[in-house]
């Protein structure tokens, strides 16, 4: 809101500060650098709960081992098989890379919008989703390994399954603040002083969309189509060199990615003192250096949040034994789906009854600029 | 980069020796759950096994043709790397059978030697079951438990080191008695490690009964009913998992396994499946902390060592052990020299093979490796003189290669890889 | 009662912990030697005779007898350290005390032939030397 009021003609000026926006920050640049920092933060504190270190010696503690892992698999051999599909097999790995990046250009993260925004935009990133789930199971189908077979079968049915929840719990943040729009998202967070989380049915919806979010990345316990001790990698076994690679980057931008949408919709996006105190959007505004502040500070607080978001992914990849693949299907149609509906219809009566009883209230207590 | 061209192997279907509509999946060699190589080649019709049969061999070394051109003493530390984690169980049972051979003319071992070997073989035992249970955990996907129980291993292994100064192959063994004491400071750290090590494994068994996902994974897999058990011979906590109430120390005591008499129990338990099998190791883990406990405090007073005769007399000796896996069984002819004439050794689970075969069928191909796993199978020990016969008929039934035959078709093979030496 | 997530308290506590369990080795002094630990050998030449019974002892067949001029038979073991196996038979073997196994158990070299420790002899002297394995290879 705030960058977008200074440069109001589609110019020159704008056309390159959207470009190198979309080139290095927050665009591509930030977001593989951030999602290889994120990829380092999970295996320290995986690693620390285990009571080891994690990586250490490359670069200070370790942060630029994600980085050596990725440039490693750059430069290995690329071996493919004789009666796999090549192209396909290229193909799948470069759309794998670049719809997480994609996706991650709605996100707020230097604003209360995201670099493209516009109304209906959550529709937009759950068939993003979907365009994942599908780019994966192909990659496993053109690989033509009988042994990834039911790998790929796996993958197919697990991410198809725990698509549902998730799209009911984007669909429920939607219900709650009246809009389809990322940004209006936020704005209405903003307005009504409290995160989206501040509800009752909503810390359960919060706790759904986590545990859909786990399933989605394929991480334990639920890393079930790449299980190595026990089909020896499943939909990923003949990938290797750049391909691999790429779907490893991909995997990571998925968590950046995971972690910035639950951020969004529960957390009140990056905004931080703002929801409390809403002049201080407008002292930040007069302070000199005008377009350097609010970025950092918008940045710094998404930063946060989807770090906490993390730290709370990591510790679930470490608590379970992975289970099953007709387990968890069983446990994702028979509970997780009707307990999300049976909520969406809760929530319809819930939420304005609370909105009269406490968080009128609440939002009295701030004063509010109008 | 130069792209290689890989053939991918289409499965067989309908082999002449197999069941009719079923797919054959190997569970190969090389495969990242296996530590060491074996094969079972398994018949699948959907995701459901039909038919499993194993196949061995891998490991093979040539053991018993070289015991027979050493003398006993060098023999001891020959056995002991037969196998890495079950490494001292080899060697006591060889010292047993030159003993016994020798104990024909009236040579006794002395009673604090036997007290020693007896704690380092329970020794032995906890860090094998607590080995096993990280390995299971780790096959199973639950990498903490695997990190944490390893993490209290290292307990077990401190005191194994400070005892005989290694930390696996303790070369503690002589015939005749160890070569090594236990001083007081010894016993004291070995106290006190032992009950952090009881304290911790307590807190396992509470996490293995509680935890769902554990159960949800290993409880209904890996089924082998009591009279099976019997019937294909499965020794050890395989067995004992079947309520089948079979334990060499309790039978046949060795060592001084007779004065542990009273105290002693055979654990077993009644699911017949995987989960079983880590309830049975984890209380057998209790059990022999509390043995080392007991030997501990009640240890003999005298002389370690008893310096035998050079030469054994004639005589045909079965010994027979229990490591952490099972039943050992050393076989040993001597003639009246300082070389053993003919040493057999057939490890447990060489004898267990067979009980593997046996549950995977009808299990899915998502179980094979834990039901593997749950025999605590160490193929190293394992393979000992077999003869491969070959069911396909095209080829003849039994080939036999000569030495210089393996060279020339590996110099052959090479050259034609453009290798260069 | 079965639950799922039993471990997590145990995990978050060591999660905060400040030392971890695992020993930063080349960093930090890892294995303390204890006493009777079985490392590289060494060997007092004023008392060996050149007996061989260290050679006839030793399983892996690793000692080999080298010509030398201090001995009583005129020569002396060398022991190659890749192939022995540090069982402690040829210590026990040796009747004179000559031979033994000490504390030091850092032993590497970039080549096969650098697991032979042999130093050559200086010439008859009067004071007794002793055959110190203790080079560094690494």
Known sequence: MVCKQRVEKVSAVWWILTILGILFFPGIGFCITFALIDEWIDRKFYAALQDRIGPLHTGFKGILQPLADFLKLLSNEDIEPEAADKWGMRITAIVALVIPLVALLFIPIIDTTGMISFEGDILLLAFLTTVIAIAIYLAGWFSANRLAMPGTMRAASQLLSYEIPILLTMFVVALRTQSLNLADIVGWQIDHNRP???SLPMVIFFGIFLLSTQAELERSPFDIPTAETEIVGGWEVEYSGKKLGFFRLSADLQLLYAAGMATTLFLGGPTGIELWIPSFAETLANTPGYHVWPILYYTTFFLIK??????????????????????????????????????????????????????????????NPT | MSKKKIKVASPQTGCSACMPNTMQIPLGPQHPALKEPTHFLLEVQGEVVVNATPRIGYVHRGIEKLAETKTYSQNLTLVERVCGICSHVHSVSLANAVETALGIEGFEVPKRAQYIRTIVLELERV????????????????????????????????????????????????????????SQTQIDRMLKYMDITEERINRYKDICLKEDTIRMRTQGIGILLPSKARELCAVGPTARASN??????????????????????????????????????????????????????????????????????????LSRTEPPRGELIHYLWSNNTDKPYRLKITTPTLANIFSVAEMLRGDYIADTTISLASIDPCFSCEDRMITIVNNDRRKPKIETWSESQLRRYSKEWYANKGWKK | MTRPAVIIWEALRNAFKREKATIIYPFEPGIKPEKGLRGAHILYIEKCTGCRACERACPPIAIEMVPSELTKTGKRPVINLGECIFCGLCEEACRYDALFLTDYIELSSFDLGGMIIYEKEPPKKKEPEGDAPKEDES
């Open chain 1, 196 to 198: 989206t989380l501040f």
């Open chain 1, 306 to 367: 989807s770090t906490l978001i993390i730290v709370i992914l990591a510790t679930m990849r470490a608590l379970m034994a992975r289970i099953r693949i007709e387990q968890f299907l069983e446990f994702s149609w028979k509970w997780l789906i009707p307990i999300s509906l049976g909520l969406v219809i809760v929530t319809i009566f819930w939420v304005p009854w609370t909105d009269q009883v406490i968080w009128s209230h609440w939002e009295g207590l701030f004063p």
């Open chain 2, 127 to 182: 860090h094998s079951h607590i080995l096993w249970l990280g390995i299971a955990a780790h096959e199973i996907g639950f990498d903490t438990l695997f990190m944490l129980s390893w993490r209290d291993r290292e307990l077990t292994m401190d005191i194994l080191e400070e005892i005989s100064g290694n930390r696996v192959n303790y070369a503690i063994n002589e015939i005749g008695g160890t070569r090594r004491d236990l």
């Open chain 2, 244 to 317: 089948v109430k079979v334990d060499v120390r309790y039978d046949d005591p060795y060592s001084a396994y007779d004065d542990l008499r009273d105290i002693f129990t055979v654990v077993t338990y009644d699911t017949n499946d995987v989960f079983s099998r880590v309830v049975v190791r984890i209380i057998e883990t209790i059990e022999a902390v509390k043995y080392i406990k007991w030997l501990l405090k009640n240890l003999p007073e005298g002389p370690v060592f008893a310096k035998p005769p050079r030469k054994v007399p004639e005589a045909h000796v």
